[in-house]
C-alpha cells in the first residue's frame, strides 16, 4: 500500500514538491548568509589588516581598492603615505564607479589645486547612490567621504562636514578622528576647543596616524592645549615625516632650523623641505630656496629643477610657520570603548574621554546640493555629465562642446550654464568670455543660481561686454538670494568695497 502511494502521481508530486521547497530553503538561507557577510564586510572594514585589505584589492574588488586609496593618502595605521599608489588604486575603484574611490580620487584631485576636476569626482562619487546606502549601514569610511565631500566641494558645508566626521570618528575610524581634531584646534564647522582637539589627537596618534602624529607633535611644539615639550613634539614630528606626511616634513625642517628638540641641521632641514615639495607641498619652496645655501653636499632634485610652481608669500617666523601647518587633516588611535544611548543621543565613553554624537539615520541624511542645479531630465543631465566627462576626464574640448550646444540650443539651463564654464574655464582652449557671457546670460535669466553668480563676477570683473557695477551688484544678489554662500560672501566684499 505505501508503495503504491508512493508511486501514484500525486504523492509524487507532493514529494518533489516538498524536495524542492526544501532544497530552495537551502538555498536561500545559504544565500541570506551571503549576503548578510557582503552587507558586513564593510562593517568590520577597521579590523581589518592592511595586509588583508591589500590582498583584496589586488583581487579587483573596487570596494578595497578605494579603502587602500585611503590608507594610502592618509598614512592610516601606521601605512606609508603614497600618493602615487593611492591615486592608482582610487582611479581602479572610479573606474567601477565606487563612491569611496570617486570621493578620495576628489580629494587627491583638491591637493593638486586641480579644483574643477575634484568638484566633478565629489559630485559623481554623491550622485553615487551607494555612498547614502553604506552611510545608511554605518560604514566609517563612507561617513568619512561624505564629510570630505561637504568639507572640500562646493558649496562648502561644514557643519555637515562635522557631523559626518563625528560619525566616523565615533565608530573609531582614525582618519575621521583625526580630521575632527584639526577642526576644533580651528573652529571650523564647530566651536573652538583646543581639549577636545588635543583628545582626538591623541587617539590618532596612539594608532600610529601619520597626522595624528603631526597634530600632537604641533600641539607639544606651541604648548597648545598641553604642555610644551620640544622633545615629544621632535620625535611625533620625525614619525609622521617618516610616515610620508609632508606638512610634517616641512614642520620638522623648520624644527631643525631653530634646534628645537635636536641640535639644529640645516642639511637634515632641507632635506626635508626637499621631500616636502616633492610631494607637491608648495610652501616647502620657499624654505627650500631660502637655507639650500646653508646645507652642504644639497643636489636639488630632479623635481626641484622641473617644476615652476605657484608659491604662497613665507611666513618670516619659523614658530608662525609651525602654527599654521597646524590646519590639516588629522588621524587617530581608539582605546576600548562603552556607549550608552539616551534619547537622541549617545554618549561615548573611551578611556577617560566623554564625548556625544548625534543619532543619524539614512533618512536624516540631506542631499549634497552640487554646484548649480541639476537638470530635471535624467536623460539630459546624462548628456551633460558625459560632456563634462570628455572635457575634463578625456581632454577632448570639441566633443563636450558639441554634446553641450545640442542640449544648450534646446533651453536647458544646466547644460548653458555648464557651456558657459566649458568656454570661461578651461585648460584646454583660451577662454572665450563673449561666448560665456552670452550662455551665462540665458542660464541665469531662467534662475540658474549659479550662472547669476558668473554674470555678477564678470560684470564686476570687466569679462562681461562692459564693468558694470550695478549689474554685478543686482546678479550677485539674485545668486545670494537663492542660498548660493558663494554670491553672498562676493556680495558682501562687494559692499564693503563700494560702500562710499
Not at 548578510?36 to 578595497?64: H, N, V
Not at 570617486?102 to 568638484?119: V, Y
Not at 546606502?133 to 570630505?148: F, H, M, R, S, T
Not at 554646484?371 to 563636450?400: C, P, V, Y
Request: with cysteine; net charge positive; hydrophobic share 35%.
Amino acid at each position: 500500500m505505501n508503495k503504491n502511494i508512493l508511486n501514484t502521481p500525486n504523492r509524487s508530486f507532493s514529494l518533489k514538491k516538498k524536495i524542492g521547497l526544501v532544497y530552495k530553503s537551502i538555498i536561500l538561507f545559504s544565500l541570506s548568509l551571503f549576503l548578510s557577510a557582503a552587507e558586513g564586510a564593510e562593517f568590520d572594514i577597521l579590523s581589518q589588516s592592511i595586509s588583508t585589505i591589500r590582498e583584496k584589492a589586488e583581487s579587483g574588488d573596487p570596494y578595497y581598492q578605494a579603502v587602500l586609496g585611503v590608507y594610502l593618502r592618509t598614512g592610516e595605521n601606521g601605512i606609508k603615505i603614497d600618493f602615487k599608489e593611492s591615486e592608482k588604486w582610487s582611479a581602479l575603484s572610479a573606474e567601477k564607479q565606487n563612491a569611496l574611490g570617486l570621493t578620495n580620487m576628489g580629494s587627491l584631485l583638491m591637493e593638486k589645486r586641480n579644483i574643477p576636476k575634484a568638484n566633478f569626482y565629489y559630485q559623481e562619487a554623491f550622485l553615487n547612490r551607494g555612498l547614502l546606502k553604506l552611510v545608511e549601514n554605518k560604514d566609517p569610511i563612507a561617513a568619512y567621504c561624505l564629510g570630505v565631500i561637504y568639507s572640500e566641494s562646493e558649496p562648502k558645508d561644514y557643519n555637515k562636514a562635522v557631523k559626518y566626521f563625528r560619525i566616523s570618528a565615533t565608530s573609531g575610524f582614525s582618519t575621521a578622528q583625526a580630521i575632527l581634531s584639526s577642526m576644533y584646534f580651528i573652529g571650523m564647522g564647530i566651536p573652538s576647543n583646543i581639549e577636545e582637539g588635543i583628545k582626538f589627537a591623541r587617539l590618532a596618534a596612539n594608532k600610529k596616524s601619520a597626522i595624528g602624529r603631526f597634530n600632537m607633535g604641533v600641539a607639544y611644539s606651541l604648548g597648545q592645549g598641553i604642555e610644551k615639550n620640544n622633545s615629544k613634539a621632535f620625535k611625533l614630528l620625525h614619525l609622521a615625516s617618516e610616515q610620508g606626511f609632508p606638512q610634517a616634513q616641512l614642520t620638522l625642517g623648520m624644527i631643525y632650523i631653530r634646534g628645537q628638540g635636536t641640535p639644529k641641521d640645516y642639511t637634515k632641514a632641507v632635506q626635508w623641505f626637499q621631500k616636502a615639495y616633492d610631494q607637491g607641498l608648495l610652501e616647502a619652496k620657499k624654505p627650500l630656496d631660502k637655507y639650500k645655501i646653508f646645507a652642504s653636499n644639497f643636489t636639488p632634485s630632479p623635481a626641484t629643477k622641473s617644476r615652476q610652481l605657484y608659491q604662497k608669500p613665507q611666513i618670516t617666523d619659523p614658530e608662525v610657520e609651525i602654527a599654521s601647518t597646524s590646519v590639516q587633516k588629522p588621524t587617530i588611535e581608539t582605546t576600548p570603548s562603552t556607549q550608552e544611548t539616551t534619547g537622541e543621543t549617545t554618549v561615548v565613553q573611551t578611556g577617560n574621554a566623554v564625548y556625544t554624537t548625534d543619532h543619524f539615520s539614512y533618512d536624516d541624511i540631506v542631499p549634497y546640493r552640487p554646484i548649480g542645479t541639476i537638470s530635471s531630465s535624467m536623460q539630459t543631465q546624462e548628456l551633460i555629465n558625459s560632456a563634462i566627462r570628455s572635457s575634463l576626464l578625456d581632454g577632448n574640448f570639441k566633443e563636450a562642446e558639441k554634446t553641450l550646444i545640442n542640449v544648450a540650443d534646446k533651453g536647458d539651463p544646466v547644460a548653458q550654464r555648464n557651456l558657459g564654464e566649458l568656454y570661461f574655464n578651461n585648460e584646454l582652449i583660451t577662454p572665450d568670455y563673449k561666448k560665456a557671457f552670452a550662455w551665462f546670460k540665458k542660464s541665469a535669466e531662467q534662475g540658474d543660481a549659479l550662472s547669476q553668480r558668473y554674470l555678477g563676477m564678470m560684470f564686476f570683473i570687466g569679462t562681461a561686454p562692459e564693468r558694470n557695477m550695478k549689474n554685478a551688484k543686482m546678479w550677485l544678489s539674485k545668486a545670494a538670494a537663492q542660498g548660493d554662500i558663494e554670491a553672498e560672501k562676493n556680495l558682501q566684499i562687494f559692499e564693503r568695497v563700494f560702500a562710499q
